[in-house]
């Protein structure tokens, strides 16, 4: 059965692909599975309708038959789950896979977050010179414990895994913003991950949406 994601139908990051859609795209390209994506407004994101699927009222959602999930981390364990290619069979070896999505999600996102909110939404307060360094110090922490972790390794634990899909699209959100730089490790994950050809489909397909061009069929 064909599943179908939901994104925007007008991404705010213009076709950068940093909106959570694309975790699901990235993962559903990996495995081969092909899929269909329902678009949606920011008002119907916060419609009855989307509501029943999403109770936050945002994307990415996931409907296969009768399921339907939410949350991007949970949607692409599950992606992982049901094909062969984003977890090891190895029973150590993957909970050490579902580890770095944890790790991803809990440990690596949340000040990488508060930061690009802090830059999209706060910056006309008075207080946001202050605070800015503040926070892309966390940010700074978090890179360093990372970087010297990956060390010259290719990605997070042997083999990619969905815990490096989640770990470089979490990475993706400081493009631009110089931080990854003092880390040339993983400026080079970031870019091994961008350079896999299902990567580059997910992005192309996401990129046609803002573009006003998807593909048919
Ligand atoms: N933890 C959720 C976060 C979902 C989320 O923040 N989605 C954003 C797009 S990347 C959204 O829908 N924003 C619009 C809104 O919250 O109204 C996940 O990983 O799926």
Redesign the pocket.
């Known amino acids: 059965m064909t599943p179908t994601i939901t994104a925007?139908e007008r991404s705010p990051d213009r076709g950068r692909a940093l909106?959570?859609d694309m975790r699901v795209r990235w993962a559903l390209e990996e495995v081969g599975q092909p899929y269909e994506v329902r678009l949606l407004s920011?008002s119907e994101?916060k419609e009855s309708a989307h509501l029943k699927l999403h109770p936050?009222?945002?994307?990415?959602t996931y409907e296969e038959g009768d399921l339907a999930l939410?949350?991007?981390?949970a949607i692409v364990f599950h992606i992982a789950e049901q094909h062969a290619g984003l977890l090891p069979e190895d029973a150590s070896a993957r909970a050490r896979a579902i580890t770095w999505m944890f790790a991803a999600?809990n440990t690596v996102e949340p000040p990488i977050l508060d930061r690009g909110i802090a830059t999209l939404l706060e910056h006309d307060k008075t207080w946001y010179e202050e605070r800015l360094p503040i926070l892309e110090d966390r940010v700074r922490v978090r890179l360093g414990e990372l970087s010297t972790r990956l060390g010259d390794a290719d990605w997070l634990d042997d083999a990619f895994s969905a815990g490096d899909l989640l770990m470089v699209t979490v990475l993706r959100r400081l493009n631009g913003s110089g931080l990854l730089d003092r880390y040339p490790n993983l400026s080079a994950y970031v870019a091994r991950g961008e350079a896999r050809p299902a990567f580059k489909r997910a992005f192309d397909a996401q990129l046609a949406v803002f573009a006003g061009t998807p593909p048919t069929g």
């Not at 936050?56 to 990415?60: D, S």
């Not at 939410?70 to 981390?73: A, L, N, R």
């Open positions: 925007f909106a959570r920011f994101m936050f009222g945002q994307i990415p939410f949350e991007s981390g999600l």
